[in-house]
């Protein structure tokens, strides 16, 4: 299976940036997708943005122009950089992957998250 281990969230000034990292392990070729979203008290998990082995990228509209996604694959990593951050950009930032298990015709999408690390932006 997979296992993903999220760093390097913590508390910054609004404007201020920061660099969340999710480190995958396991059986780790089988991912076609890793991405990030984040959870608000009270409010539910947005997606913030994926990306694809192929490196297709998408976000979340509140984060376009500000936050950037990428991936080593040669470390099984990825690297979500926030910029401009904002104070309603606080949330726990989990990180996702996604991968396809085919046992004979039968297609399962399976998926695992990691714990979450927690961005507090101050205004």
């Known amino acids: 299976q997979v296992q993903l281990v999220e760093s390097g969230g913590g508390l910054v000034q609004s404007g201020g940036s920061l660099r969340l990292s999710c480190a995958a392990s396991?059986?780790?070729?089988?991912?076609?997708?890793m991405g990030w979203y984040r959870q608000a008290p009270g409010k539910e998990r947005d997606l913030v943005a994926y990306?694809?082995?192929?490196?297709?990228?998408d976000y979340g509209d509140s984060v376009k122009g500000r936050f950037t996604i990428s991936r080593d694959s040669a470390k099984d990593m990825v690297y979500l950089q926030m910029d401009s951050l904002k104070p309603e950009d606080t949330a726990v930032y989990y990180c996702?992957?996604?991968?396809?298990?085919?046992?004979?015709?039968?297609?399962?999408?399976?998926?695992?998250w990691g714990q979450g690390t927690l961005v507090t932006v101050s205004s």
């Open positions: 396991g059986t780790t070729f089988k991912i076609h997708a």
């Open positions: 996702r992957a996604a991968w396809t298990e085919v046992t004979g015709s039968t297609h399962r999408n399976l998926e695992v």
């Open positions: 990306i694809t082995s192929g490196d297709n990228t």
